[in-house]
């Protein structure tokens, strides 16, 4: 395949949060890694340009999932009723103890080979992904996503304190194995990048969160983390940083919360107004992870950051979310929105409903998140990255039904899976 | 095969909300339709008999969908996100349009062929249909699913008000018509029985539900609608029967609100005082539709249902619900139980969450919605009908992981569908 070309089928994606743009039967053109455009007819000029016609199938952007932790992918669907007391039990009772297992690196292929293989059939092509402590094993992630097409950052943990263990690095240690891992990703592991990533306040000490500051000022390199995800949670690092206006200050403290290089955090369902002003002003991005916070009784207020601005992307937070496949969230985040206005907002019974629709919660998993890459990714237009995944949704449909194409796509977030994903296309790389 | 014989594999249940009940290997034995008993080994009387072994697979009792609309499957995963400012929309621009192509048959064999068969590689073995005004249709419906084995109540709608030109009945057809269809069904469609369905109060006139209530009493068949789905209806059925305690009075007013025959509420989001008092009084059985609820943004109060001793089964709402898979609205039951306490109930921040846990809800899937059909359903207790399903999860699980009964099936939960569904008996018979 040359590096320019065009493929061609019903081209579906979100310019703003307001709106689908659809282009029925439109061309798609590729030149060097790089969207040239998307067009109802192929302009004159590219004329005689190869082309590959997918015929009525759906043509969107891939997606891009803000958050999720790659060493948790065996238990995947499962751990939702430990007692709900805490999280200190379900990182007690799953994920440490599986988190750990990757020190073999055996171990670590024959997992990660199956969750960079099942990534393939889904519509994500970028992502942000938690690796584990494991310096060696993180590397072999990078490299199998590599192999494979995909682009985004990886990160190895941070975690020097309040862990399991044998699952906790000295402050020393955590300290030289990033560096060294930082060493090792110059020049390799192609479009898949490292980032900074403590886990959160409450497993790394000061001392190794001024030193990762310092990395991160001398790296150049991004940082995620979780933020606010629960009562408990915030309550603890309240006692760990007392005096602090917001838990985003324990990061903000460290050059680690967007003053320095683009950061994600994670859940963010509980912000007081002095985190949401921190966050505005440091431009950070939410990782919404909404199907993970429902099954933990939460509705992050998603509205609330967008009303101020703050940048937001969706994760699917596997394996405290159950599906690698973004678009299965989409209804997650529309649906919870509904709920807690209704809920939490509502004043009247005939009062007109507010939350979040198809179009903006498709923005949120596309452009949205896809902004946080350096390369503009998410969406249709010239200068963004071709990132595209065909669907055939032919399983879904009955021959004596037509549906639209936006029809098609929110029946895609409802019953789509792997089954649909016809093929991918990362960077004008075609990889399934 | 012969009347008596066992099946054998992972038998998982549940006795009562609080917990599974777990036979690793178990032997599953029916007889004449009915289970003997679930037994760790074959017992002695029964040596010799016949047995098919499922190995390693899951067996779960067959599930009951006590809500879900027939005739609405061909747009299922659509229809979301229209303006949420009233149902109106969405009956006008989905439901009725769609229900309205079932006056003709051909059309109708069409699509309810598509249903049944569908339905088929589900968990669900037992039902509660809403079908269409058109008598033939549901006639049609009845047999194409007692062809395939199933058991269950199907419903000719009644609806001479508030309907679509050409979807509406006069009240003398709408009574005529379902003494016909009453006495079509004597001895026809096998274990697919009639149930009295007008669709709700607003698209019944009085003169109607008068009628109907005659004929419920007469024919001693159960009864089906729909009940306090959001606050917009509520009021519209005040305005509509001014002066009742309740919305359940306007049932109950014509002796079609359990006092005569067993009746199931769909929805029951938003319950008074009065409801839930009457309700528990007259034994309604709630058809819980924790998907379909939340993708309008409400979450029913079942933990009050509960503790008011009312009995509650699950529905699917197809197509106001995605799926015909009820295991993938339990998460919906368990998740938006916490989410509701969390929303409108929690105190404190390190307070212990309140909600339905995945027995709770399985439960409420299989022996609670089964409990409303006349033999006893959904448990493998001796004497409940023989009705069974095996689960292959093969697809779902990494060989490098074990993972136990219970874990199996709360992942079969959350990533599981119609390629996991190995066989299916209802009633004794091996319908897949």
Known sequence: MSS?????????????PEKFTVLEHGYLICEDRTILGAFPELPDRYRGMEVTDYGERLIIPGLSDLHLHAPQYGFRGMGHYIPRDGW????????????????????????YTRL??????????????FATLHRPATELL??????????????????????????????????????????????????????????YTPTSTDTSMEALGKIVEEYR????????????????????KPGLSCYGEAYDMYGMFGSVTPTIMAHCVYPNEAELALMSRRNVTVAHCAQCNLSLGNIAPIRTY?????????GTDVAGGDTLELLRHLPFVTDASYARWNLTERQDPMEEP????????????????????PQ???????????????????????EWHSYNPIERLERLTRMGDDREIHAKYINGKKVL
């Open 4 to 16: 320019t070309y065009a493929i061609r089928g019903n081209l579906i994606f979100t310019k703003t």
């Open 88 to 111: 200190t039990t379900w990182f007690d009772l799953y994920a440490f103890p599986e988190e750990s297992r990757y020190a073999d690196l055996d171990y670590a292929r024959r997992a």
């Open 116 to 129: 960079a293989d099942d990534l393939l059939t889904t519509t994500t092509t970028r992502f942000a992904m």
């Open 142 to 199: 990078m490299e199998l996503l590599s192999e494979r097409g995909f682009a985004g950052y990886v990160g190895k943990l941070n975690m020097d304190r309040n862990s399991l263990p044998g699952y906790q690095e000295t402050t020393e240690e955590t300290i030289r194995e990033t560096i060294l891992w930082l060493n090792n990703c110059q020049g390799h592991f192609g479009d898949i990048k490292p980032i900074v990533t403590p886990r």
């Open 221 to 240: 390199v991004p940082v995620m983390s979780h933020l606010s995800e629960g009562l408990n949670e915030i309550e603890w690092v309240k006692e760990l």
């Open 306 to 314: 967008l009303e101020h601005g703050i940048r937001v992307g969706l």
């Open 354 to 373: 507010k939350g979040l629709d198809l179009p903006a919660a498709f923005y949120l998993a596309s452009k949205g998140g896809g902004s946080f890459f």
């Open 376 to 398: 503009k990714a998410g969406s249709f237009e010239e200068g963004f990255c071709f990132d595209a995944v065909v669907l055939d949704d032919q399983r879904l449909s009955d």
